[in-house]
């Protein structure tokens, strides 16, 4: 692994990001999202939504990073499903023109978001602590290995999720569709033009990705938990649970700093990630890296000029590159949005 190809001094950082679902994948600029997705025949699903300016939690350290998990979290689990929604919808091509997704509540998104934080919880917070509970009957009293074998086995219980994860087909398909977010952002990054065979040749892991920041959140946690020594599992328990958000925010703002420098400092603090990266991401083939491409030139043009407007549109790319917008389904989705 070439660290020069990750963290390239030429390369010019930016804060478009993006997130792999099925069959496709999400890009955020600074002013809009683009979601797109591969239809079974063959053309490319596109989704362009304006994002709300940020409020002035935006200039609070700690504070920003602990707003944008949670945001990020609904935003993403709202474009997961609505990726599964019009994948549903483009394959099933038999069934009446009138019967449509009906689209996902604010209450359905933010009850998974829900469900989604108490599986986490319940499987990186309390099993550790639970499991060390029992090692701590067993003899062992020195609060710093109680602490040190706490993170390991979080870390641990973290990586084994991810190979499971791995092993699904469907899921390592979207993991190559990270993968190629990853390829395209460095090309973009790197001033090359946007195409399937430029970005094939730079590396699918990023120094700005989310699986750093998982990477961080793990280690930081460690470190923060261990401020507190070991009490009770009850009280354990609690101050871990109080203590998330204050995780969420310090890795949030490690994550940015990162992303902002090159040195060795930095390259040490992002290995970790980088190496869990090799887990999470897979290599794309040219097909998934179109899609990437096509995500990304829709949030570019107003990622990059302030006056650009950014409006609400739905549309297909076709195999020669060229964009087709539905209006009627562009008004569907905006009637569904507000409705949210």
Known sequence: MDLNRIFMKNACPTKVGGQAI????????????????????????LTVEPLKKPGSWKKLP???????????????????????????????PAK?????????SKGAVIGTVAVALALVIALFI?????????????????????????????????IGYILFARSVPDVRRTFEYHGAEHKTIHCYENGLELTPENAQSFYTLHPRCGTSFMMFVMVISLLVFSLFGWPGLFARIITRLLLIPVVAGLSYELLQWTGRHDNAIVKALSMPG???????????????????????????????????????????????????????????????????
Request: proline share 4%; charged share 25%.
């Open 22 to 45: 099925l069959e496709g994948l999400m890009m955020r600029g600074s002013r809009a999202i683009a979601v797109a997705i591969r239809q079974p025949d063959g053309n490319i699903h």
């Open 62 to 92: 700690i504070i920003r990073g602990v707003v944008s998990f949670v945001s990020s979290l609904v935003t993403g689990t709202s474009i997961l499903m609505y990726g599964a929604d019009v994948l549903e919808k483009l394959e099933e």
């Open 96 to 104: 009446s023109t009138e019967e449509k997704p009906e689209g996902l």
């Open 126 to 158: 309390l099993l550790p602590t639970f499991l060390l509970g029992l090692v701590r009957k067993a003899g062992l009293e020195n609060v710093v290995l109680l602490n040190l074998l706490e993170g390991i086995i979080r870390i641990c219980i973290f």
């Open 274 to 340: 980088i190496l869990l990266q090799k887990l999470t991401t897979c290599e794309p083939d040219l097909k998934e890296l179109e899609v990437a491409i096509a995500a990304m030139n829709a949030v570019l043009p107003s990622h990059m000029n302030e006056d650009v407007p950014v409006d609400y549109w739905v549309g297909v790319q076709l195999a020669d590159g060229t964009l087709v917008k539905n209006e009627e389904e562009t008004a569907r989705f905006i009637e569904e949005k507000n409705k949210k």
